[in-house]
């Protein structure tokens, strides 16, 4: 008996996330018309929200809203969408009039099944076919799976579909769940399977998936986008899952329709949203987080890897699986504020620079690019010298300062020898206590929270040099970000520290910090840009 197995396209609701909703009347159109030529067996067209409707979006208030976009149905194809259990009312959702929206699919969380029954009867009773999703499918018991299971049973719906909400199966737990809903499920029932890419695994498992239900004669569901587009590390990808069931079960689609979809409407969603695989997004999955917390630290505080790992790590189970912000902004402090006792450093900086000029040396092209400039300074003024955030190897630094692990460690492995012949000054999210080359300053005296990129390492500097009562501090390689991040730098190998790419945003954040800074220490310390600079305010 040749099984049945079927692909589901759901970009144009996973995307959603990824655009907030707003594709464009060509591209929603657009995909809709390429999925049903390339014989896409179920097509996901969007949301049903409770808003009005705005064109543009894949979010719709009722399913007559998509008539603009369906130019006309393929018989082959079942057109869906999704609610969420709790945020739709169905009071307004209209009888089926098979125009636009055949099946609509109700995703629910571990524990509110018996909800989204009672939701999907009156979605069945209005004339859909009622598909669901149980979300966060890894959290639920073999008990918890058999009474999921009894329950569907008694309401018939087409499918039920398996969630990795967070990325985190491996091929184990996917058989786990796989063996009791096949054994305990009504096999008229279709079995789906959603794959979310955190740990590089959504293709691989939907092959595993299919592997595991080749034996059964129960039809199965595998969900996929193009390109992997979805939230966070995304989700399978079309093109793979449809290659792979074109050669291997049976499949029936076009495959070059698929690439003319990607082509003409992917690459420039691509180009302007990032998604995919990504360390965070990695972390998410092996704590079985949700991606809202990543996203936060990331956004919010532009947080390394390593301390995100430790934050997540912080929180408990159930706390993963949800996000407070509040919460994660306290956790996040809890990581950073390693209090130390900074009274005796400062003092030692303070007799250091007291009467001196200070260079601090930024990480920008033109440290390196106006090299002459600067070392005429030099000569002439023997300034104490300090390497902001990264290493300089043109000047004789006498300190390196640095306000995270990642540049710190980026340092003391690509250069090591100017390293360990440098004495640093740390700030104390980085290490509370420091090697007898180092000098540890609490974070808290530096930073000033208020914009997104708030730990810029040269304001922050300043910020420190304030503290000491430098008087005259001259900068150079303090250059604006382009458009492109290695352009920026003088060491094109230097890590990233902007994960969003936001450049403009970040070049403006940089001027205000630098404005609050300049007029707030105005009268008491005297800057000097000694390489152009658009930060550099003139009076």
Not at 31 to 42: E, H, T, Y
Not at 91 to 113: E, M, Q, S
Not at 238 to 246: D, K, M, N, Q, R
Request: with cysteine; hydrophobic share 35%; net charge negative.
């Amino acid at each position: 008996m040749k099984q049945s197995v079927k692909l589901l396209d759901c970009t144009l609701r996973d995307g959603a996330y990824i655009t907030n909703s707003y594709f464009g009347e060509a591209a929603i159109s657009g995909i809709i018309s390429k999925m049903q030529d390339a014989n896409v067996d179920i097509i996901e067209c969007g949301w049903l929200k409770d808003d009005e409707y705005k064109k543009g979006t894949s979010y719709y208030h009722v399913p007559n809203d998509l008539l603009q976009y369906i130019r006309s149905k393929n018989s082959n194809s079942v057109y869906s969408v999704m609610i969420d259990w709790d945020r739709y009312n169905v009071d307004n959702l209209p009888v089926c009039d098979g125009k636009t929206v055949d099946a609509i699919r109700v995703v629910f969380p571990h524990g509110k099944h018996n909800e989204a029954i009672a939701i999907g009867d009156a979605i069945r009773n209005k004339g859909y076919r009622v598909m669901f999703q149980a979300a966060n499918t890894l959290a639920y018991s073999d008990d918890d799976l058999k009474e999921l299971s009894d329950c569907m049973n008694k309401f018939m719906p087409d499918s039920v579909s398996i969630v990795d909400t967070f990325g985190a199966m491996y091929f184990d737990d996917l058989r786990r769940i796989v063996d009791v809903l096949d054994a305990s499920l009504d096999k008229s029932i279709e079995l789906g399977f959603h794959a979310h890419n955190n740990q590089q695994l959504a293709f691989a498992l939907c092959i595993s998936f299919a592997d595991m239900m080749s034996r059964s004669d129960r039809g199965i569901i595998i969900d996929s986008t193009l390109n992997g587009m979805g939230r966070g590390a995304g989700n399978a990808t079309t093109e793979l899952v449809a290659g792979y069931l074109e050669r291997k079960c049976h499949g029936n689609y076009d495959m070059n329709v698929i690439m003319d979809a990607i082509d003409t409407y992917m690459q420039g969603f691509s180009e302007k949203y990032t998604w995919g695989y990504s360390t965070p997004y990695f972390i998410a999955g092996m704590y079985q987080c949700h991606v809202n917390n990543i996203a936060y630290l990331t956004k919010n505080h532009r947080t390394n890897a390593h301390d995100m790992r430790n934050i997540i790590a912080s929180l408990s189970e159930e706390e993963r699986r949800h996000y407070d912000y509040d919460l994660l902004e306290e956790k996040y402090l809890e990581n950073q504020n390693r209090m130390v006792d900074d009274k005796s450093a400062m003092e030692e900086l303070s007799d250091s620079i007291s009467g001196r000029k200070v260079l601090l040396v930024a990480p920008g092209k033109k440290s390196e690019t106006c090299k002459p400039d600067i070392q005429a300074f030099i000569d002439n003024n023997s300034p104490v010298i300090i390497d902001v955030n990264a290493v300089s190897t043109y000047y004789p630094a006498d300190y390196l300062f640095f306000i995270n692990s990642v540049r710190y460690n980026y340092a003391k492995d690509a250069y090591t020898k100017r390293f360990d012949e440098t004495k640093k000054i740390l700030l104390s999210n980085i290490k509370s206590e420091g090697n007898d080359d180092e000098i540890i300053i609490n974070f808290n005296r530096v930073v000033k929270r208020g914009w997104d990129h708030f730990d810029n390492a040269v304001i922050n500097c300043l910020r420190l040099l304030g503290k000491l009562g430098a008087k005259d501090v001259y900068i150079a390689g303090f250059d604006e970000f382009g458009t492109h991040y290695n352009e920026s730098y003088a060491d094109e190998s230097l890590p990233t520290i902007n994960p969003d790419n936001d450049w403009d945003k970040l070049n403006r954040e940089i001027a205000d910090m630098y404005r609050d800074f300049y007029y707030s220490n105005k009268g008491q310390m005297n800057v000097t840009f000694i390489t152009e600079s658009s930060f550099e305010i003139k009076e």
